[in-house]
């Protein structure tokens, strides 16, 4: 059951690098190719999404079905096991939104950048008129 986590982990480290190349300054020429780059991977790295959102569903259906260890009968193994899964959940609700928040904050910047490019292209030719 790692694996997923393991993958998403590393997918977030990589959106994280990536906002943080996309925000420092550049040359423009450098920085409308790495732009151009990006828009292109864009698509198919949405796969991010419903994969952050079908493990939110999983951690929420083991969360209601968890057996409850709160009385008197556990042990301290037991409880210790309890709460370390419970913070194991809620840093894997930390991730999971890590991942659809990086990767629409990159989709936004990539768009900004975009809307930019066209602005300046439409001031140059009311420039030369």
């Not at 690098?17 to 790295?45: E, G, N």
Request: a positive charge; proline letters at 3%.
């Amino acid at each position: 059951m790692a694996l997923q986590w393991m993958i998403l982990t590393y997918v977030v480290a990589a959106e994280a690098a990536i906002a943080i190349l996309l925000t420092l300054p550049s040359p423009k020429a450098l920085k409308s190719r790495f732009v151009s780059l990006i828009s292109l991977a864009l698509q198919p790295s949405l796969f991010v999404v419903p994969f952050s959102a079908f493990q939110l569903l999983d951690i929420y259906w083991k969360n209601e079905h968890r057996l409850m260890c709160t009385g008197e009968i556990c042990t301290a193994s037991e409880r210790d096991r309890y709460e370390k899964s419970i913070y194991k959940a809620q840093r894997n609700v930390i991730l999971c939104l890590a991942a659809c928040l990086l990767y629409w904050c990159i989709y936004r910047v990539c768009k900004y950048y975009k809307e930019i490019q066209s602005i300046e292209e439409v001031e140059k030719s009311y420039k030369d008129q």
